[in-house]
């Protein structure tokens, strides 16, 4: 629980710890592949090179889920918005456990997740995250997936090619929240709004940095500080 609206798994789907990278996916399929290219994408349109078939913009919860296929309906990948909570809302510190780079990703009260840098199915592992979100991109003119994508210095959303092999952190139990909570940073003496800014496809986090001592703040909106 980190005090989100949703709460995050521990592991990745087909992990049994929080360092494990766990199985891949293309983004709507819900079984892991030896393989990840286009010709074997199975929602590539017929013949190759047309489009991808619609499934719609988001997949969170439905038959193209892979979390809720393999962990079961209780479960989901996340959306836009829980990531963004999540790239918002925490402090990313990038950490090694046993020998796994990753991000250890912790709310104010001291809960926290562990997110292992397992790249894509393609890609060099332990140096770069790249996780599936159900979101699909909110424009009409390419089929790119939403993704949370990492490394050493940089956490931010962005979009992948659909057919690509991707690792997913599930998503459950929506919380009633009956209060808005509000980010600082407490700098010094000093309150700061979070920096969370869209740039063209991306929305980026805050840059890590080692320079500043940041504690964060989850407060209940309106609530006074004195």
Excluded at 19 to 28: R, T
Aim: aromatic residues 14%.
């Amino acid at each position: 629980d980190l005090g989100l609206s949703v709460k995050w798994a521990t592991c990745n789907i087909g992990a049994s710890n929080p360092e494990e990278y766990g199985d891949y996916f293309a983004f709507g399929e819900t079984e892991p592949k030896d393989e990840y290219t286009e010709e074997n994408y199975m929602l590539y349109g017929i013949p190759h090179g047309e489009a991808y078939i619609d499934i719609g913009k988001i997949i969170s919860g439905t038959e193209y889920d892979a979390a809720s296929k393999q962990w079961g309906d209780d479960w989901r990948m996340p959306t836009e918005e829980e990531l963004y909570e999540l790239l918002s809302y925490c402090l990313w510190q990038w950490i090694t456990i046993n020998g796994v780079n990753g991000y250890k990703v912790i709310e104010p009260n001291g809960n926290s997740i562990f997110l292992p840098a397992a790249g894509t199915f393609n890609s060099e592992h332990n140096e770069c995250g790249c996780y599936w979100t159900g979101s699909f991109s909110d424009e009409d003119c390419h089929w790119d997936a939403l993704n949370l994508q990492f490394d050493e210095s940089y956490h931010y959303s962005n979009y992948a090619q659909p057919d690509e092999g991707l690792v997913i952190r599930p998503v459950t139990k929506l919380i009633d929240l009956t209060r808005r909570f509000t980010l600082y940073y407490k700098t010094k003496n000093k309150l700061w709004s979070p920096s969370v800014t869209k740039r063209g496809n991306r929305t980026h986090g805050s840059k890590v940095s080692s320079d500043r001592d940041l504690r964060y703040f989850l407060l209940p909106a309106k609530m006074k500080i004195t």
